[in-house]
């Protein structure tokens, strides 16, 4: 168990390509660091970097406050589980458990023990004796844990190890591992491009976009004040509604001429083009008759069952930089061609620099 | 395909019956006159049934000597081809495992170089660089050696490049697994590599050991003593222009017995490498 801090790591293939551009994140004793962004973030080659598979350019790797930069795998005492299971296919599961620790000349019966230990842990008991191929899907991820576990390494890094199972399977994975990393107490590093994956897992999360780290902060911190235009749209699903607008005296015109009056909330000098970032279900629907905020003319509905998706844009306009989606109770029914009136609550109103991206 | 009338059925066995037969029946025929005295086969027609020679004309040929090689029996050239067979099948693939090995799991200047001189040696069969690797043979003394028999045949560029295709099949995540676990090239190699290659081992194995066993041209040239013989060259000398003076019922002997050890190692390592391609998961 250790501390895994990471101080301006970068990394640069074949001197041209800058895949990783400075990252730095302190992650504490035991906790859970998910990395999220979408595909080519520099995620992946981040979590190599600090198991070692991957050469640093620049800046250092700590692991339990050593610099490892210029240890292999084997020697920083981290345990990898990987996307695709890397399972010995040859070899026993628990052979494929055994393997690292007779590797590091482990007496023979401590590693019975703790094979034993971890395969109970997991469930995999009755299965010891088999071979990878005669296992499914979640009982291989599971495996790929139990050779981590057994380890009792410093750190856990993780690459993706749920997204190769179907969806049912990877929720209930996803709380295995949550609970394991917990019960263990870990420090992990958990590599996904899911963000129900990022937010449920997280203790600390880093969102990564072009090889920088957009915003680390806790999963609700970030849900409630994404640092950025990127952050806001990756983080919440459906993603954060954002409109493209030029700040007044009293609020927000929106490039089709509906103009959003905002109490409340703080306002950047008129004139300035911004971007405002309102999530869907801070849409809320008006039905006592009171002023509405923006009308909604409904072009398409998702019906969820608990809750009601209206995508559409204001009644005013049709540009399609204003489309909208408002999510609603499931009780709600919407039609298509619909007009809804909405009320916007305005503490939940994101407001970004249009030219920079950034929060204001 | 086969129809399910009775007639169709019938012709489409009776096809397959002649063809085995076509291809079966002089195998059986060589069996049948090594059974048989010299004066029987030298009178024709040669009976179609075994004769009652079996055990003299075997033992004769296998331990008293042939006189047409200089007194050598069969079991010194079946030692000899066998010697060769498997030093040519298992220094191929040695050699080739371990090239395609460094080819691609390292990464060394030339790396891209050496791979394409290997595959050039494709182009450069033994017939086209006989004289001088036979030049080389005699300069270093190797002449009537096991050695010279099978060292330059050895190196491989084809089992070189099958082994690379399979390695490059090996996901990266399991070598970098490994290498999570503590494992070095060699242990890499020898836990991972070596287990998961078995099946393609096998496989080259039987077409390697066939390939020194039917060498005719290079022990032709390499060996001068009678005893160095492979029991190819063997077979040839024994046989002379002049049909009386060839011993042909030990011709057939040696026949039936330079044939028997590449079918034991078919039938054997069929069974062992179609194990495999059935365990074998992508």
Redesign the interface.
Known sequence: MATVDLKDVRKVYGGRVEAVKGVSISIPDGAMCVLVGPSGCGKSTLLRMIAGLEEITSGTVEIGGEVVNDRGPAERDIAMVFQNYALYPHMKVYDNMAYGLRNRGMAKDEIDKRVREAAATLGLADFLERRPRELSGGQRQRVAMGRAIVRSPKAFLFDEPLSNLDAKLRGQMRIEIKNLQKTLGVTSVYVTHDQVEAMTLADTLVVMNQGLAEQIDTPMAIYERPASVFVAGFIGSPAMNLLAAKSSQSGHILADGTEIAISGATLPDSGREVLLGIRPEHLTLIENGAAPDLQLKVTAVETLGADTLAHGHPANGESRSSELVARLPGSVRVRDGDLLPLSIDPSMVHIFDAASGRRI | MIGLSRSSRYTAHAILIIGIFIVAFPIYYTFVASTHSLQTILRPPLPLLPGDQFWENYSTALFGGIGRIGGVDVSTLLFNTTVVALAIAIGKIFISILSAFAIVFFRFPGRMFFFWVIFITLMLPVEVRILPTYKVMVDLGLIDTYTGLTLPLMASATATLLFRQFFLTI?G??V????????GPW?FFK??LL??SKTNIAALFVILFIYGWTQYLWPLLVTNRNDMNTIVIALRKMVSFADADTQWHLVMVTCVLAILPPILVVVLMQRWFVKGLVET?K
């Open positions: 996901p995540e399991l970098e697994a490994a290498r999570v676990d503590g494992a242990r836990d991972i287990p998961l998961e």
